[in-house]
């Protein structure tokens, strides 16, 4: 049944302008024309567009309904109809404007002139005096005449009303054609007394009036002479009014800015929301927690958006227009705290990411020292009761330097943000680089050594080290390979190791310096976070030849990154 009314919408809104029609022509004051009025005010409820045909009426509301029915039966005048065919004529205006069909907008149009031309040749000369009628002709060609117009509205093809769309009627173009019509009635019978002449003279010049005044209006709306006009004026206004919504987009704004906690945002914007006139109170569920706001009391309406769930109480149901714009903050407040949650995940990435870049590199400096005291272990192990002197002189190389990397590394432990800020002669570091490896079989070749050059000491002793490390595994791997280690340490510092052995995989160099690779013996990062350090300090970690029989890594600063390895 109710699907049948939308289909047959057209049908029930001619209907109940043959009934107004028959009621024009019987007069309200029989007993029949009562009796139209009642079916003409039944097949308005079955047409009206502001309830939904398929909402169930209380008990109340259908007393209610009945009683205004009665009321309107038994004291139902001329000037009710006048008030009555205005209001239908505002409905009517109010829906027009938002069909796109033509079949439809046509119909509609037909019923505005319709009700309007009832309205102006039938109703209004009922109230005036009769020496001001307009003559019997002009009434009898209208009471039977404008029935015509039914014919052509029933042959016209219109679209069912289903789309919702269809069912809004603006309250500001049914407010205005209402305003119009009754400036015109009034207006008329004003212009008739005023000036003794006829209706049909008083109404047209009413007419002429009001459309000069609009084609004013409309110009001066917006005009071409240079002045901005009324359009810009209201703009301004309206802008400048500071409405509910406008107030809580601030406040969520500033709470985007101040708050950097998920949770904390959403129940401060949420809070701000509960204060908006139409708002009771609500309630959000989010992927962290739920909390409320207000007073949980009123109509209930929900609303989604990604991982919130919001919903709203207000004291009346939201209106379309309400709902539309509650579903849009909904959406917004939706993607800002999702925004909050990334940007702590990335947060806590930062931190881990933290975490293990220095772990990795104090993991190398740990295994670095270990290889040292494994090598004393093993001199240890061969020496007889009494220690040689070249036993004593290893241990006076090697202590100090262990001792002093194991105070590097608590204090990378314990002030990881000064780790980076140690620098040392570059004579001294290359002494210590070659006390440390003075037992692996590496040729060692240096160049401008210059102790007023500072090095710093991180970055060179973490590459020199997994890069020394990586070519002394492939030297255990191939017996007879040689490894070469040659530095320069003048203004333009460069530490270059080479060995002879089979090259480098092509997609495994291209892999290096760029992202952790697979290793057996490590973590694979060992590299990658070597180049990292150096793009710190403006150097370059590349690889200078990939050769079987000479495999070169350099370390250099940006500028001399071209120079070829020895």
Wanted: charged letters at 15%; hydrophobic letters at 50%.
């Amino acid at each position: 049944m109710i699907s049948l009314l939308q289909q047959r919408r057209k049908w029930l809104l001619l209907g109940l302008l043959v009934l107004l029609h028959l009621l024009l022509l019987e007069g309200v004051a029989s007993l029949v024309g009562r009796t139209l009025l009642v079916g003409h005010i039944g097949l308005f409820i079955l047409w009206q567009p502001f309830v939904r045909a398929e909402q169930r009426l209380s008990p109340l509301q259908l007393t209610v309904i009945a009683a205004v029915v009665g009321a309107a039966t038994f004291w139902a005048g001329k000037w009710t109809l006048i008030f009555w065919t205005m209001a239908l004529a505002g409905m009517i205006g109010g829906k027009v404007f938002f069909y796109t069909a033509r079949g439809a907008k046509v119909f509609h149009m037909l019923v505005l002139i319709y009700l309007i031309s009832v309205l102006l040749i039938l109703l209004v000369p009922q109230v005036l005096p009769e020496r001001y009628e307009p003559t019997r002709e002009f009434v009898f060609l209208a009471r039977y005449m404008l029935p015509a117009l039914f014919v052509v509205m029933a042959a016209l093809p219109m679209e069912a009303e289903a789309d919702e769309e269809v069912e809004v009627v603006d309250f500001v173009y049914s407010a205005f054609v209402f305003l119009v019509l009754a400036v015109l009635v009034l207006g008329s019978i004003a212009t008739m007394l005023v000036l003794k002449h006829g209706y049909i003279e008083s109404l047209i010049v009413t007419i002429m009036t009001i459309g000069a005044f609009l084609l004013l209006m409309a110009w001066a709306w917006n005009p071409r002479l240079g002045f901005a006009g009324i359009g810009t004026l209201f703009s301004r206004y309206m802008l400048s009014l500071g409405l509910p919504f406008e107030r809580w987009l601030h406040g969520l704004a500033d709470n985007m800015q101040r708050d950097d906690e998920p949770e904390k945002f959403l129940a401060q914007s949420l809070e701000g929301m509960a204060r908006l006139p139409w708002v009771n109170g609500c309630v959000w569920q989010s992927a962290e927690g739920s909390g409320k706001s207000g007073r949980l009391e009123g109509r209930h309406s929900q609303f989604r958006h990604g991982q919130l769930s919001l919903d709203i109480y207000s004291q009346q149901p939201l209106s379309p227009a309400l709902n539309w714009h509650f579903n849009l903050l909904t959406q917004l407040l939706g993607e800002f705290y999702e925004a909050k949650l990334r940007a702590q995940e990335l947060q806590q990435l930062s931190y881990v990411k933290a975490i293990h870049q220095t772990g990795a590199r104090l993991t190398h400096d740990v295994k670095n020292l270990l290889q040292s005291l494994n090598t004393l272990c093993l001199a240890a192990a061969n020496e007889e009761q009494m220690a040689s002197p070249q036993y004593q002189a290893l241990l006076r190389r090697q202590l100090p330097v262990i001792a002093q990397r194991l105070q590097l590394t608590l204090d990378k432990l314990r002030r990881p943000e000064q780790e980076e800020g140690q620098f040392v002669p570059a004579g001294r570091w290359w002494a210590e680089l070659q006390s440390r490896y003075a037992q692996a079989g590496v040729s060692f070749t240096a160049e401008a050594l210059d102790d007023s050059v500072l090095l710093p000491v991180a970055l060179f002793s973490s590459a020199a080290e997994n890069l020394l490390e990586n070519a002394l595994a492939k030297k255990r791997a191939s017996a007879g390979l040689q490894v070469r280690v040659r530095f320069r340490g003048g203004e333009r510092p460069l530490l270059a190791v080479c060995d002879d052995g089979p090259a480098i995989p092509r997609e495994l160099a291209q892999s290096l310096f760029r992202a952790p690779v697979a290793s057996q013996t490590g973590l694979g990062i060992g590299l990658y976070q070597a180049a990292r350090h150096a793009e710190f300090y403006g150097y370059e970690l590349k690889i200078a030849a990939n050769l079987a029989g000479k495999v070169c890594f350099e370390l250099a600063r940006l500028d001399e990154a071209a120079a070829p390895g020895g």
